[in-house]
Each structure stands twice: as structure tokens, then as C-alpha cells.
């Protein structure tokens, strides 16, 4: 829409969008800043806004005393694996959501919103109970088996949005061709989605990458742990160091961000496809 | 997954191979009956690993969780989990923090999502004008999302530090405060720096929700407005408002359910103090769950789904009637 604009209004509106993304990047800013701060000047007034010297000990202490990089492999393996194959099952699943209708469709849709309803740490207890049955506390395969149950239902939903826009008629010429129905699927439909299912993935990807309670719950040993566990252990201790624990948020934000920012646009897509309706 | 299927019925093979044909009324009911119990295995087989992941780790743990609430579940005692009715609600009743816990979140959602829901729409409706650069500044705003509640708690932690924060120091620059604020030691301060954050996080969704349903406004009536002489204002609130306001209504349910079960900020920046004032219903169910009383924790869950479904019944009801489904 573009209609003539006064010129307070365009004022007004630069005004806004300006501070809006100040107040957005700031945050971010001020953790990387203080990141590469070196210990003395993160705690001395006044604050330096740029600082004086650049210093790389923060990050070097990270990899050095703590082991930090084997959280970081930790929570790559996880999320890539949890998020790979949850969006593969996901598919299947809002592939039948998208294409057929049946009677139970409206209850599975409605098993999937409760989910997200429902405050997960009730099933904290009970979860852990179940895998010490199974032998798969404090182990990552555990832990991305969770994981994979936690991203379903919600990329069930994005992705058959995505299903929705795609004309059935493309699958139906390669099923008339002889293909199955699970190979249309693949091999017609797959490369056609593309930028959704990228979407969905990194959705389920940062989503794990993020998780904090189910990994503290379920993985205590320190070379099992996660990144946020470790935040979690970092911000435990009485004296937090902000040098590092600074240097950790950076390498914790970054790529979840460099893959946001690949992907926003069919996130958004994916998120407002649901609830919007002309 | 097609070994789980029947192998196709010749007269479907001749067809796939074939030019078309026309189906015979004797055999068209067998087909029919045939082909439904394909679709149906169809869809089983779809449904099936989805269906498998999701009963197992999370509505088994959190059926099994919701009838923790009725027995004394305690890790310090693990020998007695015998059934006491409504012993752990009772307890959570009267537990002296329960009305703190109480008016927190009740100012946590409402002081959260009102700022969200205007900033948002603000954004939004600017957004909708075309500008270089509208795409970058999209991406931008977008990057809170991609961060974990809980370190952006950390971040604001770091900033609301009282001695070495960068609040501080920016309000003591701009004179509005004389000596640096404790922010985080003292309960009242401290929700506000935890609110400030949560709109930080929140302000996005509801910008990216609202954009896209205000895209989805057709430019024809915005253009007979104008020609009847509509105002800005006017133009607002009778058009604008009205052809948006089931996403507006569905957005805002999505949000309040959501704070209401996000412990994550909290978690990261006050953890619930100083002194337990700061707990929302959340983080006092993990803290509770955390001394190790399973039972009094689940019985909290409960009272929060029960509380939400109320919420959403209500709230349905109320915003049905004043038109929603156009």
C-alpha cells in the first residue's frame, strides 16, 4: 500500500522504526562488546560503549578452562540429528493432514495444539522416570529422541501449511506415472518445498539448539551436556564471570541467527500461514 | 512403508499403464471399497511415526505427571507414593506465596502483552508501506526469535546489573536517575526489568502475525475510503481493525497462553528472586520441582492448564460474540 504521506507522518514513522531497531540491536551490541572486553575493563567505570582494546581472552578462556567446545559439538549433534529427522516425520504427518480428510483429522490437529498448551514441566518427572527405564539418561540419543517428540507437532502444522499451497495435481501426474505415493512425495514434492521444509528444519534445529529444561533434566555429565546446561551451570555460581559467560551468549546466539536470518522470510511464512486467514 | 500395503488390484495396474477406461457399475463398489482401505492404510502409515513420537515422550509423561498430583510424590521419600486426593493442591493453596506467585503472573501477562500487542501493531502498520531497505529492517527486528528466553534473561541480566549495567549508566547519562538502582535486588524493579525484556522478545510476533494479515487487506477498500472521504483515523478503526480482528483476537490467545508458560526470561534473570518475590506460576512449579516435591508441582500444572482452559473458553466466548467469524 502506498498512499501520499505527510511529512510529520514520515517524521513520526522514520521516528519509530528507527528507535524500534535500536532498542532491538542494542542488547546484542552490548553482550558482544562486552565480550571481547578484557577482564579488567568489563568492570570499570565508565562503561566503555567501544572497547579500548579488543581481547580474544574471553573466548580463549572458554575453550581453554572450561569446555565449552564440547558443549558446542554436544548441542550441534542433538539439534542437526532431532531437527532432521522431525522434520522427515513431520512431513509424512502433514502431508495425510494436508491432502486427505478423515474423521479423527480435527482431534489430531486439536492433539497436536494441546502440546503446545500444556506447560511441559509436568511431564519433567515422569519423562526422567521413563528414561532411566530405557537407559537413556544422561545420553544423547535420549535426549534427541525427546527432542524429536517436542518438534513434531508444531512443524506438523508449518509444513501443511506449506503442503496447502502446492496444487495436489503435481503429485497426482507422478502417482499416474507409477510413482508411490511415498515416492511422489519424495521425488516431486520434496524439491518443489524446498524453501519450506529448509524453514521448518532450522525452526526445529534452533528450537533444540535453545532448549534448556528438558537437557538439564536428562543429561548431568559434563561431557554430555549442552550448551544452555552449561549457561544454566555458568549463571548458577555465585560470582558469575560476565567475561565469559558473555563470550559463551555470542557463540550461543550466532549461528542460531546466521540460520534465522537465511531462513526468516519462509519462518514467517510458516508461522503466519496457520492463523491468518484472509 | 508400502510393504504395510496390499499390492494393487490388477484393473488399478491396467489403468496406470492404460488410456482411460470406463468403470463398470458391478465392479465399481468393490473398487471403491478397495480404494478407501488403501487411503486409509495410507494415512495410517503417514500418521504413524508422528503419532508414535509424540504418545510416547510427551502425552505418556504428561498423563503420568497430571496423576503425580494426586499422591505424595517426593524424591526425599520415594518409599511412600500413596494417593492424597487433593492433599497438594490444598498445600499450594495455602502456601503464603501463592498470592505473590498469583498477582506476578496476572502482571507479567497483562503488562507484557498490552506494550507487545501496541508496539506490534504500530510496527506493523508502518511495515506495510514499501521502503528500501524493508527487508533488512525485517530481518533485524527479526533476530530476538532466534535467541532462547533464557539467555536473553542472561542478556538483560547483564545489562540490569547494578553496579557495571549499561542501564544504569545510560539513565544516570540522561539524568533521570541520580545513583545507580539495584534493579534486580528489589522485587518491584526487578519485574519491571524482566516485563522490559519480555516485551523486547515478544513485540516481533505479534508485528510478523499482524503484517500478514493486514497484507491480506484488499487495497480496494482502503481506495473507496478515500474517496468517501475517510480520515486516517477513521479509516483505522472502522476498516483496519474490524477485517483484521480475528488474528488480532487468535494472536493475542496464542500470546497469553504462551507467556503465561514461559519460565525462560525469569529463569535467567531473577530465577525467581530476590526472595521468591518474582515467581510466576511457571517458575514456582520448577522451583517446586526442583526441592524435589513432584507431587506439589504437578498439582500446580494442573491448576495452570485448568486456569489457561477457563482462559481460552472465555475468551472464545467473549470475542465470538462480538463478530470475530465475519
Known amino acids: 500500500m502506498n498512499t501520499r504521506e505527510s511529512r510529520a507522518g514520515k517524521a513520526a514513522r522514520i521516528g519509530f522504526l528507527t528507535l524500534w531497531l535500536i532498542f532491538t540491536i542494542f542488547p546484542l551490541y ?60 513431520s512431513m509424512l504427518s ?28 509436568i511431564a519433567l518427572g515422569p519423562l526422567y522416570l521413563l528414561m532411566t527405564d530405557l537407559r537413556l539418561v544422561d545420553n544423547r540419543l535420549g535426549l534427541v529422541l525427546v ?17 496447502a499451497n502446492i496444487p495436489d495435481t503435481l503429485e497426482e501426474a507422478a502417482m499416474i506415472d507409477g510413482c508411490s505415493r511415498l515416492g511422489a512425495l ?39 551436556k549442552t550448551v544452555p546446561t552449561a549457561l544454566n551451570g555458568f549463571i548458577s555460581s555465585f560470582n558469575i564471570d560476565w567475561g565469559s559467560m558473555s563470550a559463551a551468549a555470542v557463540l550461543t546466539i550466532l549461528p542460531t541467527m546466521v540460520l534465522f536470518a537465511f531462513a526468516s522470510r519462509h519462518i514467517v511464512q510458516g508461522l503466519t500461514a496457520g492463523a491468518v486467514k484472509g | ?89 490444598k498445600a499450594i493453596f495455602g502456601d503464603p506465596l501463592w498470592g505473590t506467585v498469583l498477582s506476578n503472573t496476572a502482571l507479567w501477562v497483562v503488562a507484557s502483552i498490552v506494550p507487545q500487542l501496541v508496539i506490534g501493531f504500530a510496527l506493523a502498520l508502518w ?27 542472561i542478556l538483560f541480566r547483564w545489562m540490569f546489573n547494578s553496579e557495571f549495567g549499561v542501564v544504569n549508566d545510560l539513565l544516570m547519562k540522561a539524568s533521570l536517575i541520580d545513583e545507580p538502582v539495584a534493579w ?68 493475542v490467545l496464542l500470546r497469553v497462553i504462551w507467556i503465561f508458560n514461559f519460565p525462560d526470561i525469569i529463569f535467567g534473570t531473577t530465577g525467581g528472586g530476590p526472595n521468591n518475590e518474582t515467581h510466576i506460576v511457571t517458575t514456582w512449579m520448577i522451583t517446586i520441582m526442583q526441592q524435589g516435591d513432584y507431587g506439589r508441582a504437578s498439582a500446580l500444572g494442573l491448576l495452570i ?9 472465555f475468551y472464545l466466548t467473549a470475542t465470538e460474540e462480538k463478530g470475530v467469524r465475519r
Open chain 1, 30 to 89: 552490548w553482550i558482544t562488546i562486552t565480550s571481547f572486553k578484557p577482564a579488567g575493563d568489563i568492570f570499570t567505570f565508565p562503561l566503555a560503549y567501544w572497547p579500548e582494546d579488543f581481547s580474544l581472552e574471553n573466548y580463549s578462556g572458554l575453550f581453554g578452562a572450561s569446555r565449552f567446545g564440547t558443549y558446542l559439538l554436544n548441542s550441534l549433534i542433538v539439534s542437526a540429528v532431532a531437527g532432521t529427522v522431525a522434520t522427515v516425520i
Open chain 1, 94 to 121: 502433514a502431508y495425510v493432514l494436508a491432502r486427505f480428510e478423515f474423521r479423527t483429522k480435527t482431534a489430531l490437529l486439536m492433539a497436536a495444539l494441546v502440546t503446545q498448551m500444556i506447560p511441559s514441566f
Open chain 1, 147 to 163: 527432542y524429536i517428540a517436542v518438534c513434531i507437532p508444531f512443524c506438523t502444522v508449518m509444513l501443511r501449511g506449506f503442503f
Open chain 1, 186 to 224: 519424495f521425488r516431486v514434492l520434496l524439491p518443489v518445498m524446498k524453501p519450506g521444509i529448509v524453514a521448518a528444519f532450522i525452526f526445529n534445529f534452533v528450537n533444540c539448539w535453545n532448549e534448556l529444561f528438558l537437557s538439564v533434566t536428562l543429561m548431568n555429565s559434563d561431557d554430555n
Open chain 2, 1 to 89: 512403508m508400502r510393504a504395510g500395503t496390499a499390492p494393487p488390484p490388477p484393473e488399478k495396474v491396467r489403468r496406470r499403464s492404460g488410456g482411460p477406461r470406463r468403470a463398470q457399475p458391478a465392479e465399481g463398489g468393490r473398487r471403491k471399497r478397495e480404494f478407501t482401505t488403501r487411503r486409509g492404510l495410507t494415512i495410517a502409515a503417514f500418521m504413524t511415526p508422528a503419532a508414535l513420537f509424540v504418545a510416547f515422550f510427551t502425552y505418556y509423561p504428561m498423563i503420568a505427571g497430571s496423576q503425580m498430583a494426586f499422591r505424595h510424590w517426593n524424591l526425599s521419600d520415594l518409599t511412600d507414593t500413596s494417593f492424597v486426593g487433593f492433599g497438594n493442591f
Open chain 2, 127 to 153: 511495515l506495510r508501506r514499501r521502503f528500501r531497505f524493508r527487508g533488512l529492517y525485517q530481518a533485524l527486528i527479526f533476530f530476538p526469535w532466534a535467541i532462547s528466553g533464557f539467555l536473553i534473561g
Open chain 2, 184 to 251: 534486580l535486588a528489589d522485587p518491584k524493579t526487578a519485574m519491571v526489568a524482566i516485563i522490559v525484556a519480555n516485551i523486547w522478545y515478544g513485540v516481533t510476533f505479534f508485528a510478523i502475525m499482524i503484517l500478514a494479515a493486514l497484507q491480506s487487506i484488499p487495497d480496494e477498500i482502503y481506495e473507496a475510503a478515500a474517496l468517501d472521504g475517510a480520515g486516517k483515523v477513521r479509516t483505522l478503526f472502522r476498516i483496519t481493525i474490524p477485517y483484521i480482528r480475528a488474528t488480532l483476537a487468535l494472536t
Open chain 2, 305 to 313: 492448564v485448568a486456569g489457561l482452559l477457563l482462559f481460552s473458553v
